[in-house]
């Protein structure tokens, strides 16, 4: 039934990334067309329900055109496990310690309902669709609120014993270093991020001795966006801000290029979008501390997909769960 | 003609495993029964010609007894490539950069020869003969003269691109650190192995302030057992060491769970004879740098293979190589 009017390359699939920002939601085809998409606020600090009424929103608004016939949804969330279907203590979040997600969505649209953690789906949406098409082992570093990864490793997305592997966002850098939203000490992404490039602003402008037009901004107020453009116009804080969170994203990178051997990382989420103010001192960081075996062997990539594609993850975990290739 | 007057339990393999201190050869049937093994030093730092002989007298030995029929050979060896087979730059060797490991015992015993990383094949011998029996996500630690590590996924041995993944004796502990073979600095091997051992109780020794027994020893005499022994006795220099080994290693296998969300880590080589005194800080530290996700649900295990029973990692690789099922 679900065919009738539709030809091959329109089946299509329902598709959310819930992000610790923005939730984005999306109908995809197989060729990894995105038919239509919303966009809303996440919610993460608000309450659970506030968020399932806005994508009960979405679902409603998009059924009652009729248009669309999902042959299933594909959801990419934080900390999300494909294992228990539930968001588990995700540390942005403060939806609770065990999150039903795959369950509440499903009694929103009943659909079968494949999830994982938003970084896993965005690694397959570069397997399926993105600069990883042809790449059996890569590493997707997704650098937004917090720091995303995922691992796809014989041309499979590595999950781990439990379904949780993959969150190099939480590896270390300095034993006592900053506060983590996850109660760690020194993760890596509260240096590499948006988040963590915020915070070398701060510590930045209050170590003093230069001046910054970032000084301007409060706390909240400072984007990525603010920062690379104040790189781009030369200000010396937001130049030492790219350098420092490069180098030390390099570091970290040559580290799980030893435990990897991964041909690429691919790089996306707000903080990628400032190119080669943030590339350059990666690559160069990166290269610096490589094992000898993998000098000159592992590429750094930019994602080609722009921020409405994050989509394309979760439903390329759909199509997976459905057992269809994608073309 | 090569089963003749064998039962199909008898089916064997030659084996080596070919250590930066010892090498080690075995012929191995199915079941993992190590029918007969010979152990000589591996001259690392003498010509590679010299090596060979010295399996070349081991192999006219066997062959000349007229009871073995190898089916393969398998090898593991540090830095090896089964893609090239070759030893690339083995930071602890001085056979040159691009040693023709295959092709030259290939020379001496005319067999399928089947190559990898001493430390991935000695995965596949906890995968198929150990402790990894029924588990599908685990890394192996071998805690020897430097740090070699395995990793199995999903089940099979995580290969990496260049058939070089598994390098995590070469993760940073500290940017400025220990010098380290491979021209890095600060590697976890020179902190977590035999030699790291050794270099922190010299450390220690030169801080001065306690008496210590291992004052009488020169760096060359200075071996684990003697550091082990003397922990047992409580020497506050050996009791440090031990702790302070443990500590850096269990605060990196925290962020190799963080990668790989393993079932268990299994520790082997000569520093894991030392058991709970090094297990004990490993497993404390380790936990307390694991990502909520992960705690307490990373087993941290030591391998139940013998020094001697090295040659069981090689042994598996041959009989994977041949696409026999071990039972």
Known sequence: MKEKGHNHEQHHVLALDIGGTLTKIGMVT????????????????????????QVGSVFDSWRA??????????????????????????????????????ES??????????????????????LHYGVGRG??????????????????????????????????GHINVYPDGRQCNCGLKGCLETYASVTGIRRTVFE?????????????????????????????????VALEAFAYTGKILGLKMADTAAHLDPEAFIISGGLSQAGDLLLEPVRQSMESRLFTAYREKVRVLLSRHRSEEAVLGPAALAWEGLGIEVP
């Open 65 to 102: 055109g009729g248009q669309y016939q999902p042959l299933a949804m594909g959801i990419g969330a934080p900390n999300a496990s494909h294992q228990t279907g539930t968001m588990e203590t995700p540390p942005n979040f403060r939806w609770g310690p065990h999150v039903p997600l795959r």
């Open 30 to 53: 197989q060729r990894g067309d995105v038919l239509q998409t919303a966009v809303f606020p996440t919610g993460a600090t608000e309450d659970f329900t506030h968020f399932l009424g």
């Open 135 to 168: 790449m059996r082992d890569f590493v997707t570093l997704t650098l937004g609120t917090g720091l995303g990864s995922g691992i796809i490793s014989h041309g499979r997305l590595l999950t781990g014993s439990h379904g949780m592997a993959g969150e190099i």
């Open 105 to 126: 969505l499903c009694r929103l649209w009943d659909l079968p309902a494949f999830l994982t953690n938003d970084a896993n789906a965005a690694a397959l949406g570069e």
């Open 204 to 236: 930045l402008i209050a170590r003093g001795g230069t001046h910054s037009v970032l000084s301007k901004y409060s706390f909240e107020a400072l984007d990525g966006k603010t920062i690379s453009r104040a790189a781009l116009d030369g200000d010396p």
